[in-house]
T-cell receptor
């Protein structure tokens, strides 16, 4: 039973560049949520995808966008990278009808230089 | 007022003791509450979730919820050095149905000393 898979595990980008992070949810899950976790902070909600649509969004600028595919996998795109975007990006999957908690992937560590 | 407040610690307990972690929240409409454990450099791992007032036990872990006081706690009995981690509380914020986004505390760092 595969858990949540994220790729890549680490990434270094330059300011102004664009990045795409990928997530495959746990088998049987249909909802993907993305979180940003800066060092020493709790995760901050970016957005959530269900049925290929963005259903909820946190307080993040439009530079952050996403997509969900028919197989429930998801991508997070960040444009015009800033130094402050350096963080651990976590993908969490869940099953909409249960609400029993989210399963997290191991995260992508993004460093913007 | 912050949505979720946790004592950042570090909380230090001897091996075998009971560790008590606390969390308060501001949204009275919250219905679901979660405790996650996060080791340094790793992603959060769900320990327990609780929906109803009272206690919920799972092995060495007990979650306690008091909605009137807007308070949730986690007790770890017979603490082990492997329990040393950051413990994050989260609650289900606004959203539709069961897919409510999680609102997180900053986490409490726990150190269990052999």
């Amino acid at each position: 039973d595969a858990g949540v898979t994220q790729s890549p595990t680490h990434l270094i980008k330059t300011r102004g560049q664009q990045v795409t992070l990928r997530c495959s949810p746990k088998s049987g899950h249909d909802t993907v949520s993305w979180y940003q976790q800066a060092l020493g902070q709790g995760p901050q909600f970016i957005f959530q995808y269900y049925e290929e649509e963005e259903r909820q969004r946190g307080n993040f600028p439009d530079r952050f966008s996403g997509h969900q595919f028919p197989n429930y996998s998801s991508e997070l795109n960040v444009n015009a990278l800033l130094l402050g975007d350096s963080a651990l990006y976590l993908c969490a999957s869940s099953l909409a009808r249960t609400g029993s908690g989210y399963t997290f992937g191991s995260g992508t560590r993004l460093t913007v230089v | 007022q912050k949505e979720v407040e946790q004592n950042s610690g570090p909380l230090s307990v001897p091996e075998g003791a009971i560790a008590s972690l606390n969390c308060t929240y501001s949204d009275r409409g919250s219905q679901s509450f979660f405790w996650y454990r996060q080791y340094s450099g790793k992603s959060p791992e769900l320990i327990m979730f609780i929906y109803s007032n009272g206690d919920k036990e799972d092995g060495r872990f007990t979650a306690q919820l008091n909605k009137a006081s807007q308070y949730v706690s986690l007790l770890i009995r017979d603490s082990q050095p492997s329990d040393s981690a950051t413990y994050l509380c989260a609650f289900g914020g606004s959203g539709r149905g069961n897919n409510r986004k999680l609102i997180w505390g900053l986490g409490t760092s726990l150190a269990v000393n052999p």
